[in-house]
């Protein structure tokens, strides 16, 4: 059964730090792409950010850039998402997927394994 399982979120004060994490299995994690989507209230999905199969590409979306990092670690069949300098509006449900598609996206539509998400609050 594939599974992928965040945690890591929570509530913090604007300007703090979060460290989220995806654990996958069920399927071969090092020939998958991750990546790491939010929808905010009100909202449509978003993409934030997205992780090669070796981890040698990676993508952030504007917004995040300089604040956020993705990692993976192959051995632990576990992706991470490093937020740094939180600001009200990252607040969202944060969603880690998976693709094999041929090339690093963001598009979800691209994905074909989904997490269940975990809340991120970010008060002011």
């Known amino acids: 059964e594939v599974q992928l399982v965040e945690s890591g979120g929570g509530l913090v004060q604007a300007g703090g730090s979060l460290r989220l994490s995806c654990a996958a299995s069920?399927?071969?994690?090092?020939?998958?792409?991750i990546g790491w989507f939010r929808r905010a209230p009100g909202k449509e999905l978003e993409g934030v950010s997205c992780?090669?199969?070796?981890?040698?590409?990676?993508y952030y979306v504007d917004s995040v850039k300089g604040r956020f990092t993705i990692s993976r670690d192959n051995a632990k069949n576990t992706v991470y998402l490093q937020m740094n300098s939180l600001k009200p509006e990252d607040t969202a449900v944060y969603y880690c997927a998976a693709t094999n598609y041929r090339v690093t996206t963001i598009n979800p539509l691209r994905y074909n394994y989904w997490g269940q998400g975990t809340q991120v609050t970010v008060s002011s």
């Open positions: 069920g399927f071969t994690f090092d020939d998958y792409r």
């Open positions: 992780i090669s199969s070796r981890g040698g590409s990676t």
